[in-house]
């Protein structure tokens, strides 16, 4: 699964835990261990859960230090 977006402009405001993926470069297991350890913040909607796409900012630059 290749990753639509280029720079963080081009992201969607919420992103899902599958999208996660191809941007980081992880597998599903690995994305929804991030989300359910809260390494990176999600909100539940109904049964979806949804990433901000400030959280995977905050996410990629608290993991630089």
């Known amino acids: ?3 639509n977006y ?3 402009e081009e ?12 941007i ?5 297991n ?3 261990e991030l989300v359910r350890s809260k390494q990176i913040y999600s909100v ?4 979806q859960l949804r990433i ?3 959280a995977l900012i905050d996410y990629l630059t608290s993991s630089r230090s």
Request: no cysteine; aromatic share 6%.
């Open 1 to 3: 699964m290749n990753s």
């Open 6 to 8: 280029h720079s963080f």
């Open 11 to 22: 992201l969607p405001l919420t992103l899902r835990v599958e999208d996660l993926m191809p």
């Open 24 to 28: 980081l470069g992880i597998g599903r």
């Open 30 to 32: 690995t994305a929804y």
């Open 44 to 47: 539940k909607i109904g049964r």
């Open 52 to 54: 901000p796409k400030q």
